[in-house]
């Protein structure tokens, strides 16, 4: 059991998906363009241990196989109104 203090969290998520065709034709699709997280932290704890909380976490999701296996997943976090990166889990592009 990992030993730490989180004050607060919360995550934002967005879907992207496009609807179109005809359902008189019948050319309705579907397409997922991408799903955004945000997850936002505030800790104390120092910078690896969160970094390890939070990749427990998103390797822990059940969701989270699913969803990246035929839809991109783009995330972003923040802690402590900072951003903080994650080699191989956020983006740096600002999204």
Do not use: Y
């Given at each position: 059991?990992?030993?730490?203090?989180?004050?607060?969290?919360?995550?934002?998520?967005?879907?992207?998906?496009?609807?179109?065709g005809?359902?008189?034709?019948?050319?309705?699709?579907?397409?997922?363009?991408?799903v955004?997280?945000?997850?936002?932290?505030?800790?104390?704890?120092?910078?690896?241990?969160?970094?390890?909380?939070i990749?427990?976490?998103?390797?822990?999701c059940?969701?989270?196989?699913?969803?990246?296996?035929?839809?991109?997943?783009n995330?972003?976090?923040e802690?402590?109104?900072?951003?903080f990166?994650?080699?191989?889990?956020?983006?740096?592009?600002?999204?």
């Amino acid at each position: 059991m990992m030993k730490m203090t989180v004050t607060k969290a919360s995550c934002r998520v967005r879907f992207r998906k496009f609807l179109g065709g005809s359902v008189l034709k019948g050319t309705v699709f579907n397409r997922w363009d991408g799903v955004d997280t945000h997850l936002a932290i505030e800790s104390d704890a120092p910078a690896d241990q969160l970094a390890h909380l939070i990749l427990n976490a998103k390797n822990g999701c059940f969701a989270e196989g699913l969803i990246t296996q035929s839809v991109p997943l783009n995330s972003t976090i923040e802690v402590n109104g900072k951003p903080f990166d994650i080699e191989g889990i956020t983006r740096t592009d600002g999204m």
